[in-house]
């Protein structure tokens, strides 16, 4: 897969392109401030219930659109104009977050109403993500495909590394009311650059005729049907475990070590951790096979549970959550440049639906497994239990062949 980014200046072509740029950085605009409201409304729910299993409870209310509705916007954006259709979700997550903003302000955001809100604006972004991610291919050359798609995963890690860095840094200066604002400003990105993206209607507009749930069982049968893609999907999944374990338990870990800057160093570290992760991956890629590289990850992340479930200190929690970054950087940007590699033009909208839903949408359930063993364990233990997960699939992922894809 020699068209994920290596650091050269053929790698950046795409970016010369105008329409794609623009994409490009309305994502860069816009994908901190998702992240940034994650985090911060994690934090909020415990500071207002007192709860590990609450915390949980909110980020599956944040995760759990991608999984009932990745599929049947993955149908839609194959059929509508997919800029308006993003047009008309970016601006509801700019209204749901703003209520957010103002609700948080006033001290009237109680914890079932963030947890609705959460809902409401993960519902939006679920139906976002789809239409954008099939807009690529539009957007550039087919020979570019592949290297515009691992610069989109490259902003998508950027928002995942910048977003929890800004809000551990609202965390410790100011409140969560400020992340909910920086979400809801950061939501125009992604409508301006609509606006001013150059495509004709008919080309952005999708050649599915069937009706939608058609198109969905058409697109879960191509999935199943072509070899490595189920495999890798499961990858998708797993190596969001022990990331989405760290993000949850932060908080709970900060209170059980008496430690009140512990959830923002936790989070912290592992946004360092990613960005040395995505620094590297281009080098990395050319010394080690891409299935030792999954292997790597993996166990990067298994170690740095490890780590963080017996430190007692900052700096031992810092430089624990620092390999579960790396591991996730290393693993996500390879795993999805596979799929768009294994994609043909007329399917990958829908490919990338269930690589959204793989990717995102099975996090509610790690967040709530994670919150509930906490409840009854104990913060370290339930890292610890995502810990042994990232290990035993370090042992297996070797038999994946993603070197053919």
């Given at each position: 897969m020699?068209d994920l980014p290596?650091?050269d200046d053929?790698?950046?072509?795409?970016l010369r392109?105008r329409?794609?740029a623009?994409y490009?950085?309305?994502g860069i605009v816009?994908?901190?401030g998702?992240w940034?409201s994650?985090?911060?409304a994690?934090?909020?729910?415990?500071?207002l219930?007192?709860?590990?299993?609450?915390?949980?409870?909110?980020?599956?209310a944040?995760?759990i659109?991608?999984l009932?509705?990745?599929l049947?916007?993955g149908a839609?954006?194959?059929?509508?104009?997919?800029r308006?259709?993003?047009?008309?979700?970016?601006?509801v997550?700019?209204?749901?977050?703003?209520?957010?903003?103002?609700?948080?302000?006033?001290?009237?955001?109680t914890?079932?109403?963030l947890v609705?809100?959460?809902?409401?604006?993960?519902?939006?972004n679920a139906?976002?993500?789809p239409p954008?991610?099939?807009?690529?291919a539009?957007l550039?050359p087919r020979?570019?495909?592949?290297r515009?798609t691992a610069l989109?995963?490259?902003q998508f890690?950027?928002?995942q590394?910048a977003g929890?860095?800004?809000?551990s840094?609202?965390?410790l200066?100011a409140?969560?009311t400020?992340?909910f604002t920086?979400?809801a400003?950061?939501c125009?990105g992604?409508?301006?650059?609509?606006?001013?993206?150059?495509?004709?209607?008919?080309a952005d507009?999708?050649a599915v005729?069937?009706?939608s749930?058609?198109?969905?069982v058409?697109?879960?049968?191509?999935?199943a049907?072509?070899p490595l893609?189920p495999?890798?999907?499961?990858?998708?999944?797993l190596?969001?475990?022990a990331?989405?374990?760290l993000?949850?338990?932060?908080p709970?870990l900060?209170?059980e070590?008496?430690?009140?800057d512990a959830?923002g160093v936790?989070?912290?570290?592992?946004?360092i951790?990613?960005m040395?992760g995505?620094v590297?991956?281009?080098?990395?890629e050319?010394?080690?096979?891409r299935r030792?590289m999954?292997?790597t990850?993996f166990?990067?992340?298994a170690?740095?549970?490890a780590?963080?479930?017996?430190?007692?200190?900052?700096?031992?929690?810092?430089l624990g959550?620092?390999p579960?970054?790396?591991g996730?950087?290393l693993?996500?940007?390879l795993l999805?440049?596979?799929?768009?590699?294994?994609?043909p033009d007329d399917?990958?909208?829908?490919?990338?639906a269930?690589?959204?839903m793989?990717h995102?949408g099975?996090r509610?359930?790690f967040?709530?497994?994670?919150?509930?063993?906490?409840t009854a364990?104990?913060?370290?233990w339930?890292l610890?239990?995502f810990g042994?997960?990232?290990?035993v699939?370090?042992v297996?992922i070797r038999?994946l062949?993603?070197?053919?894809?």
């Amino acid at each position: 897969m020699t068209d994920l980014p290596t650091g050269d200046d053929e790698s950046r072509g795409p970016l010369r392109r105008r329409d794609f740029a623009i994409y490009w950085w309305a994502g860069i605009v816009s994908s901190p401030g998702n992240w940034a409201s994650n985090v911060c409304a994690s934090v909020l729910m415990l500071s207002l219930t007192g709860s590990p299993f609450m915390v949980g409870v909110v980020n599956f209310a944040i995760f759990i659109p991608n999984l009932l509705f990745s599929l049947p916007a993955g149908a839609l954006g194959d059929r509508v104009e997919r800029r308006r259709m993003v047009v008309v979700t970016q601006s509801v997550a700019l209204v749901v977050a703003a209520v957010m903003a103002v609700l948080s302000g006033s001290g009237s955001l109680t914890p079932w109403v963030l947890v609705a809100t959460c809902f409401l604006l993960g519902t939006a972004n679920a139906f976002t993500k789809p239409p954008m991610l099939a807009l690529i291919a539009l957007l550039v050359p087919r020979a570019q495909v592949a290297r515009a798609t691992a610069l989109n995963v490259v902003q998508f890690q950027f928002g995942q590394i910048a977003g929890p860095g800004i809000a551990s840094v609202i965390l410790l200066a100011a409140t969560p009311t400020w992340a909910f604002t920086f979400n809801a400003v950061s939501c125009l990105g992604p409508i301006v650059a609509m606006l001013l993206i150059r495509l004709d209607a008919t080309a952005d507009r999708g050649a599915v005729k069937k009706k939608s749930s058609g198109g969905v069982v058409e697109g879960l049968r191509f999935v199943a049907r072509t070899p490595l893609m189920p495999a890798i999907l499961l990858a998708v999944v797993l190596t969001n475990a022990a990331v989405e374990a760290l993000r949850t338990l932060a908080p709970t870990l900060s209170h059980e070590l008496d430690l009140p800057d512990a959830a923002g160093v936790i989070i912290m570290g592992n946004s360092i951790g990613a960005m040395l992760g995505l620094v590297t991956f281009g080098l990395i890629e050319k010394v080690l096979p891409r299935r030792w590289m999954l292997t790597t990850a993996f166990a990067l992340q298994a170690l740095g549970a490890a780590v963080v479930a017996v430190g007692g200190s900052l700096p031992v929690l810092a430089l624990g959550a620092l390999p579960i970054g790396i591991g996730f950087s290393l693993s996500i940007p390879l795993l999805s440049g596979s799929l768009q590699m294994l994609s043909p033009d007329d399917f990958r909208s829908r490919v990338m639906a269930v690589f959204s839903m793989a990717h995102l949408g099975l996090r509610p359930l790690f967040a709530l497994v994670a919150g509930a063993l906490a409840t009854a364990f104990g913060g370290a233990w339930a890292l610890a239990v995502f810990g042994v997960i990232a290990l035993v699939v370090a042992v297996v992922i070797r038999r994946l062949r993603v070197d053919t894809a």
